[in-house]
Structure formats: structure tokens, C-alpha cells
């Protein structure tokens, strides 16, 4: 009888303890929309290849091309910084870019100023993590080899 009951404890406490924990929880317990998780400042760390045999080809950046910023802002707008070192050793800005956003069914389509709307065909949000990106259709890029990677993202962190 003592063992039931403190399987039964066990249960009740594990059924709360999965019930209070959300993905999207805020920390008063309000779940946030995709649209909410996405809007934030953003440093990029990484660009990874996915190659079609599961293979990840991964450029961690410097630390002067982590000093650029996503910025994507409530109303729909987003800005972008870049940075690079050159072969001076010495980091300078690399340029800026910004659009609008918008997400529909959980699809992100982005506009950059003067270009036509592109949908980001990879798209995933993970607590603190952003990765963007794109499925390749071009058979001039290869990855491992002659396979043509599966897809490709930026990889950027809440700051």
C-alpha cells in the first residue's frame, strides 16, 4: 500500500511539474506567439551546411563577426549589422540591410529593402536560439562531396 501511494505522489507531482513547464512559457505562465518569440535582438554565432547525408559543415565566426546584430522589431520591421575582419586584423563594419517580416502558418517571409518577398524556408525558433535559413535547390553547390545539402541556416542567440 505504500509503494502505490508513493507512486501515486510521484504521478501527481510529475503530471504539475510537466504541466507548468511550456516551450513558449514567459515565466507568468502566458504562452508566447512564434511572432512574439521572434521579435528581439539577436547575435549571430554560426552558419552551418546541412549536408543530405546528415553531415554538418560548421564555421563558428570570429568574435569581431559576432559584434553584428539582428534586430527584429514588433511592428514588422527588422535591421541587420555585419562585421568582418579583414586582413588587417582589424574589425570593421561590413555593411547593414533591413525589411519587413511577417509570419503566416507558422511560415517566415521577409522583404529586403528593394528586393522581391523571399520565404525562409527554414525557420526555427528554440528557446533562446534562431536559426534561419533556406533548403538548396542549386546543383552548383555541393556539400560532402557531390550530395547537395539537405539546407543551410545562420545560427544567432537571444541577447
Not at 12 to 37: H, M, P, R, W, Y
Not at 81 to 98: I, Q
Not at 131 to 145: A, F, I
Request: glycine content about 8%.
Amino acid at each position: 500500500m505504500k509503494t502505490q501511494i508513493l507512486m501515486l505522489r510521484i504521478l501527481i507531482i510529475a503530471i504539475v511539474f510537466c504541466t507548468a513547464c511550456s516551450k513558449n512559457d514567459d515565466g507568468d505562465g502566458n504562452s508566447k506567439s512564434i511572432e512574439q518569440l521572434f521579435v528581439g535582438t539577436w547575435k549571430l554565432l554560426k552558419y552551418v551546411d546541412v549536408c543530405s547525408t546528415g553531415i554538418e559543415d560548421i564555421e563558428i565566426l570570429s568574435t569581431c563577426e559576432q559584434i553584428g546584430r539582428l534586430t527584429v522589431n514588433e511592428n514588422g520591421t527588422w535591421s541587420e549589422t555585419y562585421f568582418y575582419e579583414y586582413l588587417t586584423n582589424v574589425c570593421e563594419d561590413d555593411g547593414k540591410s533591413n525589411g519587413t517580416w511577417k509570419i503566416v502558418n507558422n511560415k517566415l517571409f521577409v522583404i529586403e529593402s528593394g528586393f522581391a518577398e523571399t520565404e525562409i524556408t527554414f525557420f526555427e525558433i528554440e528557446g533562446n536560439i534562431l536559426r534561419l535559413g533556406q533548403y538548396e535547390e542549386d546543383p552548383y553547390y555541393t556539400c560532402d562531396g557531390d550530395n547537395l545539402p539537405s539546407h543551410y541556416y545562420r545560427e544567432y542567440i537571444r541577447i
